[in-house]
């Protein structure tokens, strides 16, 4: 979502005139997009924003400005700890940056901006893309679940979804542009439709988007257990541009974890809801997030998130060392687990990840997958590298020109993160 905001962003400044360069030193105004999720992310912006200070101290003119979610929770507390920052623009306001850049240039006076009602309104501009094959469109904002642990509904506030109507029209605007594949965007993307008239769902939304021709694949992030319906799955599975991939963070396999963190499932329906998507589409992967060291959790509830990634065998997972947030439910029980074992705890899981991926990847070896072809690889520009539907990273040979493409592979060759494989057609 950081990163689509930033897109929009910059489409707005372009139309302003603003232009992109490469290097901060030949930047008359630098911006942050901030994350708030967890105590390492900020650190990082706070140490950034310190390295900037002797730019400014040159170049006075300068402007740096702080955008998202840390800018909506800290505010005026980051023009005290960095005074050179002139802008602290929070979650809901960055439709209104081409003004008040002015404001700053003209006056040179500094602006805070972190109201909390407004609505983000902004008209894509398809100036600015980073790849015009695909895109990332949200589709809602905010999320109403008040997980325990986290900080998203304090900073981007409560769900609002985006009509049908609206995100269709954006969808065919970006597709008569040369986009196959969107990935539709929101917090909590299974609770999509509340609010908007006419009882519409996620499934709405995608039978609507999965009609508009000239689209190859439809994907969505991030999925919610509680709110993942059967319904929805079922749907998913009748839909042919609706990749085979899910993004669905189980976050623990322990149940008493589970009810400290306010997520309204046990593991055993985790388990159940995989089971039955797994029955109803073919050749599904699924990928989760994890806390490590959650409150009170004990070795044993540990041991059950290890099971947990045993037996479902996720294609991919982020996991985290639980770090508190002021504000939240969470940060009123003790951080009681040192950070010592959060440490061991993360390294076991990556670890059982990294050989779960592996032979998974293994299986893949010789049979043949459909590409869309991203651009050139980054490990070795001579390659190519894209994704099938199910999210597997692929390496290959082939042209420039086959960028944008959907491309058959045969793979010979994998590791836990990529599939390498040879060319032999495109479509
Ligand atoms: N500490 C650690 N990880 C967190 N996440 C959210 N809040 C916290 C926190 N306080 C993780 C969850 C979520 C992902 C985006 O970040 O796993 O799914
Ligand atoms: Fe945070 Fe996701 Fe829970 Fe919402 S559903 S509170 S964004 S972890």
């Known amino acids: 979502?950081?990163?689509?905001?930033?897109?929009?962003?910059?489409?707005?400044?372009?139309?302003?005139?603003?232009?992109?360069?490469?290097?901060?030193?030949?930047?008359?105004?630098i911006l942050f997009y901030t994350c708030s999720v967890r105590q390492h992310a900020e650190d990082k912006v706070y140490s950034h924003l310190g390295a900037l200070k002797t730019l400014k101290k040159r170049r006075p003119e300068v402007i740096v400005g702080v955008l998202g979610c840390m800018a909506q929770k800290d505010g005026e507390t980051i023009f005290k700890r960095m005074p050179h920052v002139d802008l602290v623009c929070g979650t809901r306001m960055f439709s209104r940056l081409p003004e008040m850049l002015l404001?700053?240039?003209?006056h040179g006076s500094r602006v805070l901006a972190i109201d909390e009602d407004q609505i983000v309104n902004v008209?894509?501009?398809?100036?600015?893309?980073?790849?015009?094959?695909?895109?990332?469109?949200?589709?809602?904002?905010?999320?109403d679940n008040y997980c325990s642990y986290c900080i998203v509904p304090y900073v981007r506030g409560r769900e609002i979804s985006r009509?049908?109507?609206?995100?269709?029209?954006?969808?065919?605007?970006?597709?008569?542009?040369?986009?196959?594949?969107?990935?539709?965007?929101?917090?909590?993307?299974?609770?999509?439709?509340?609010?908007?008239?006419?009882?519409?769902t996620l499934g709405d939304l995608l039978t609507e988007l999965n009609e508009?021709?000239?689209?190859?694949?439809?994907?969505?992030?991030?999925?919610?257990?509680?709110?993942?319906?059967?319904?929805?799955?079922?749907?998913?599975?009748?839909?042919e541009k609706v990749c085979e991939y899910l993004?669905?963070?189980?976050?623990?396999?322990?149940?008493?974890?589970?009810?400290?963190?306010?997520?309204?499932?046990?593991?055993?329906?985790?388990?159940?809801?995989?089971?039955?998507?797994?029955?109803?589409?073919?050749?599904?992967?699924?990928?989760?997030?994890?806390i490590v060291g959650f409150p009170g959790e004990t070795e044993e509830d540990f041991q059950e998130t290890v099971r947990?990634?045993?037996?479902?065998?996720?294609?991919?997972?982020?996991?985290?060392?639980y770090s508190p947030r002021t504000g939240t439910k969470a940060a009123e029980l003790?951080?009681?687990?040192?950070?010592?074992?959060?440490?061991?705890?993360?390294?076991?899981?990556?670890?059982?990840?990294?050989?779960?991926?592996?032979?998974?990847?293994?299986?893949m070896i010789g049979k043949k997958v459909d590409v869309l072809v991203e651009g050139a690889s980054k490990s070795n520009p001579n390659r190519l590298s894209g994704r099938t539907r199910q999210n597997h990273i692929v390496v290959f040979n082939g042209s420039q020109d086959l960028v944008g493409k959907l491309a058959g592979v045969v793979i010979h060759e994998v590791t836990d993160l990529t599939l390498f494989g040879l060319l032999i057609g495109c479509g």
């Open 1 to 29: 979502m950081n990163k689509l905001d930033a897109e929009l962003s910059l489409g707005l400044l372009q139309e302003e005139g603003y232009k992109i360069v490469d290097k901060v030193d030949e930047a008359d105004v």
């Open 334 to 363: 003790k951080d009681d687990v040192p950070d010592e074992t959060k440490r061991a705890r993360n390294l076991k899981l990556l670890e059982l990840q990294k050989k779960i991926s592996l032979e998974e990847n293994t299986k």
């Open 308 to 321: 947990l990634m045993e037996d479902i065998r996720f294609q991919n997972c982020f996991i985290f060392k």
């Open 123 to 143: 008209k894509r501009a398809v100036t600015y893309r980073l790849n015009f094959y695909q895109a990332f469109v949200t589709v809602m904002r905010g999320c």
């Open 163 to 200: 009509t049908i109507a609206d995100v269709k029209e954006e969808v065919q605007s970006l597709v008569s542009n040369g986009c196959r594949e969107v990935t539709l965007l929101g917090q909590n993307i299974n609770s999509y439709g509340k609010g908007l008239r006419g009882n519409v």
């Open 212 to 239: 508009i021709d000239g689209l190859d694949r439809i994907r969505f992030v991030t999925s919610h257990p509680a709110d993942m319906s059967r319904g929805l799955i079922r749907t998913i599975s009748r839909l």
């Open 247 to 290: 993004h669905m963070p189980a976050q623990s396999g322990s149940d008493e974890v589970l009810k400290r963190m306010r997520r309204g499932y046990p593991a055993g329906y985790y388990r159940d809801l995989i089971s039955y998507a797994r029955e109803l589409i073919p050749h599904l992967t699924v990928a989760s997030d994890f």
């Open 103 to 106: 404001k700053i240039r003209n």
